[in-house]
């Protein structure tokens, strides 16, 4: 203790307590608290937790399809843990989906899910915490889904031993001769049309589906307290969104 004329100024330090306790004059302060810190164990947690939702998503729609409404969840989990924990985690919580899934499911399941939903969580996940524009975000999540339905097709071809390339192909020629017949069209199509065809199918498909996820994503990331990039105006007015 240290006494002058005039203010005095005491400080008190116990030897077995890392905090102080300050007098000023007559006002006694309270000490100085740290700031909360996520530890390095609530991330392993968190990401740990994330990517097993995620692969009980897949694990359910595989078993017991419920449609297209498990299918929006699938990059979720993923893209949240980029969001909340970064790059590291989300890489980190991918990876280990992919390796429960493989316990659950074998290998050839499991890297279904990681190429392309697991890719494509960690792709939108980053885009959203730079705040990139939804057309950004939607063009290159297309590009990787459909990077992703040619190899899942690739992936077939070798387990079952045949070319289902050239299955869908000749599925998709059927339609089209229906449909010339049904318009009065004698011509034969050329399989360069029928791949051309079948390609602007599987990435319409992907442009709608990354889309929907974006509208899932708003929803569900504004009310866990991450929001993600603001729709476009003519969303906002569709939806008749306000934020």
Do not use: K
Request: aromatic content about 12%; glycine content about 8%; proline content about 6%.
């Amino acid at each position: 203790m240290q006494s002058e004329t005039g203010d005095r100024e005491v400080n008190w330090v116990d030897a077995d307590d890392d905090s102080s306790v300050e007098v000023s004059g007559d006002r006694l302060l309270p000490p100085t608290e740290p700031e909360p810190v996520a530890t390095s164990t609530l991330v392993v947690v968190e990401t740990a937790f994330l990517a097993s939702a995620a692969s009980l998503i897949w694990l359910i729609n595989y078993y017991f399809p419920l449609g297209p409404i498990l299918r929006l969840l699938f990059p979720i989990p993923i893209a949240l843990i980029y969001l909340r924990r970064g790059q590291r985690a989300a890489w980190m919580g991918a990876l280990v989906s992919g390796l429960l899934l493989s316990v659950l499911m074998g290998p050839t399941r499991s890297i279904q899910y990681v190429i392309p939903f697991g890719l494509l969580g960690v792709q939108l996940g980053a885009i959203w915490r730079r705040r990139g524009s939804w057309y950004f975000a939607i063009a290159t999540g297309m590009l990787l889904g459909t990077f992703g339905v040619f190899f899942r097709l690739w992936l077939a071809s070798i387990v079952i031993g045949e070319n289902v390339w050239i299955y869908a192909i000749n599925q998709m020629t059927v339609w089209i001769d229906w449909a010339f017949i049904q318009l009065g069209i004698l011509s034969q199509p050329g399989p360069v049309l029928i791949q051309s065809l079948v390609l602007c199918i599987v990435l319409l498909n992907n442009l709608l589906y990354m889309f929907a996820v974006h509208l899932v994503a708003l929803l569900i990331f504004d009310r866990l307290g991450n929001p993600i990039t603001r729709p476009p105006h003519w969303v906002q007015v569709l939806f008749e969104y306000d934020y």
